[in-house]
């Protein structure tokens, strides 16, 4: 799988939008940007995932670069609740069982 | 509501004592998985399921084994030729292996060594 860089570190203020970037440069056509948060001492949640285009759902939106270079994850209100590490990570779109392996993430943290 | 249940949420092992970790899912995936994290680090896979009465062994599965007898559970025996158990331990579980499948994970079980 591809490797990927996200910043260790964000401040976001809260009710602003928090934009998290991430690069993966190397990035395969058949790989999948997907997006997980860990709250401290919870397990991981998917947050959203996508191949080309831009995505959205009710927690975020995904938005790809034209060269799938790069992304950046978008929580539009961000709250107190969305405090949390960020992790962007790549996945083979086909071949079997795949694990998920998590980088060192970016630490977001909303301020009031 | 359709989730990922996994029990106790904190456990304690003496040494030579074996446990088991419960995963349990209700939202009828095919593939299930356990991973282990520790601090300041990434996951970890130990088993992995695709099917029921089928699992293969992670990167690191010595020290631990599982069944899958039923769609819904997954669980998990920490043994004690594991020597070093100590760990946040995460069960997952996703509808297919592929790519565009997400793994969903329980909030997870932590087991310290007394």
């Known amino acids: 799988d591809a490797k990927t860089t996200q910043p260790t570190s964000m401040d976001c203020a809260e009710g602003r939008a928090a934009n998290l970037p991430c690069n993966h440069s190397?990035?395969?056509?058949?790989?999948?940007v997907y997006w997980y948060r860990q709250i401290h001492s919870q397990g991981p949640q998917y947050i959203i995932h996508g191949l080309k285009n831009n995505e959205t759902n009710e927690m975020a939106s995904l938005i790809i670069t034209e060269d799938r270079k790069s992304s950046t994850l978008i929580l539009p209100h961000a709250t107190l609740r969305d405090t949390a590490v960020y992790y962007c990570i790549v996945r083979v779109a086909a071949g079997g069982y795949q694990k998920v392996t998590f980088g060192t993430g970016t630490k977001l943290q909303v301020i009031p | 509501d359709g989730g990922i249940t996994q029990s106790p949420k904190y456990l304690f092992r003496k040494e030579g004592q074996n446990v088991t970790l419960s995963c349990e899912q209700n939202?009828?995936?095919?593939?299930m998985y356990w991973y282990r994290q520790d601090p300041g680090q990434g996951l970890r896979l130990i088993y992995y399921s695709q099917i029921v009465n089928d699992f293969q062994k992670g990167d690191i599965a010595e020290g631990y084994s599982v069944s899958r007898e039923k769609k819904e559970s997954f669980p998990l025996t920490v043994t004690s030729a594991q020597k070093n158990p100590t760990a946040f331990y995460l069960c997952a579980s996703s509808s297919g292996q592929g790519g565009n499948q997400p793994q969903h994970f329980g909030d997870g079980t932590r087991l310290s060594i007394l």
């Open positions: 190397t990035i395969s056509g058949n790989e999948y």
């Open positions: 939202l009828n995936h095919d593939a």
